[in-house]
């Protein structure tokens, strides 16, 4: 089965000379309203209608809507690499930058979209649209240009918001994502594929969706990192502070429809349009767009302080399922598992400890890692959330805990793992620990040794030996079995990393657990 490509939207061109498609802009409806007058038309109860022939009639909600969607174009000094392929090119791929000679730049455009929230200026859209910008260039509906300065961005919500200093503009009203459900009508509206201003309709397929596309994105090495890296061999270790509780939608996007609008019936602003899922880089019937409850926490953030304010728990937790359950030898297979507890946190503070079962936020059942994230996500340090904790002695409690700032999570590896699905039996191999005299011979201070390696299994196709030490297992020192069995379960993205010292020299593999 082919793997489904995640698509953040925001249309690049490289090079900056591309040619952009002459389309006319679609004017504002009528420029002789006043703010004021197309404000009331916009929003008077509601704005859906029934047409002639019986089917939903989205005019007046894309009237209210479109004026106030912007495209928001970009440049920016990109970075490539002398020479080409070969490591280069990997690294180029994995890091954002090629790993021979020196880094040249040049300079690059792209396009995508942003939603005017406040007459005065105030434009929400996503922050892998303006990131990496030097000039930020916003055309208004009445085909008027204006630079805009970014007020704070947020990649772990992929969230920015930004201002041009133009007064008296039309804005879309806020709505309330958590009323939402699956198969509501919504409209899409942006610039997609640096069209002009483009409306399409279709209904919300899911809710709190997770598809590790903001982690991916955080994951990039930075030039200063990557200097560390070349120099000891080691790759950074970052908090995954990501939150990714998307509104999966079947309305058409398209790459450049990054930051625009998506709205509910009503014309009223219910998801900020970030990513698709696509084979082909284009429209396949699955969008994402950022639920605007938790929109509206980082952006005050923004205005108010220029970045976001985070409250934490300060747990490691994966989400139970069946597969899950029993890889952990448990019988609950909803909610989720604390794995880690940081020590500073509010977690630990509160007396949730490794083992817990957190299982509900709010009085609201949780399932899956958005139920907890997004709700925390529209929190403060010094906020208090309600949970509901199955301990690991089999009591039950309910526990308000005051959320904590970044500082508490420091020594938390992540704020979530991933199942890996791995175990001993999978990897067939069996291990001893490794003696004070084959720690002293390779200069380590932790390892298990390769004892056996079963025909055909994982480590046989990996070219795994007897006699290999294995050191780290995603991460973790291991010194016995039991350490293996402890560390298999989860990792930071889902994927079993094994490192360890041979006579040929160190080495590292990463697999799949299935």
Known sequence: ???????????????GAAAIGAYKLLERPNDSFTLADRQKTMFASNVTGVSSAGAPDFVQAA??????????????????SRGGGGMDSML?????FGGGGRVQRQPQAASGSGVILTADGYIVTNNHVVDKADKIEVILSNRRKATARVIGKDPNTDLALIKVDVDNLPFVKMGNSDNVQVGEWVLAVGFPLDLQTTVTAGIVSAKARNIGILNRGNSMMTEEEYDEYRRTGQKPTRTNNSIESFIQTDAAINPGNSGGALVNAAGELVGINAAIASQSGRNEGYGFAI???????????????????????????VALDADVAEELKIKENTGLYV??????????????????????????????SPDLQERIGRM?????????????????KNMNITLKGESSVKLAANSESKATGASIAKLGASFAP???????????????????????????????????II??????????????????????????TIAGISDEGSFTFSFNGN
């Open 380 to 396: 403060s340090p010094g906020d208090k959330v309600a949970l509901t904790v199955l301990k690991s002695d089999g009591s039950t």
């Open 291 to 317: 639920p605007v409850n938790l929109a509206k926490k980082i952006l005050e953030d923004f205005k108010k302080f220029g970045s976001v304010k985070r409250g934490y728990i300060g747990v490691n937790f």
């Open 63 to 80: 009237a209210a809507v479109s004026p106030a969607v912007v495209h928001i174009k970009t440049t920016y000094q990109g970075k490539s």
């Open 434 to 468: 490794a003696t004070a005299a084959q720690k002293a011979k390779y200069g380590i201070k932790s390892g298990v040794v390769v004892t056996n390696v079963v025909p055909n299994q994982m480590f046989d196709y990996w070219g795994a030996k007897k006699g290999w």
């Open 339 to 368: 794995s880690d507890v940081s020590p500073e946190g509010a977690a630990a503070a509160a007396g949730i400890k490794s083992g817990d079962i957190i299982k509900k936020v709010e009085g609201v059942a949780i399932y899956d």
């Open 1 to 15: 089965m082919k793997k489904i490509g995640l698509i953040v939207l925001a249309a690049s061109f490289l090079g």
């Open 92 to 96: 180029e791929e994995f890091f954002g």
């Open 471 to 496: 050191t780290k297992i995603n991460g973790a020192d291991v010194n016995s079995a039991a350490d293996i069995e402890k560390a298999l379960p989860t990792s930071r993205d889902g994927r079993t």
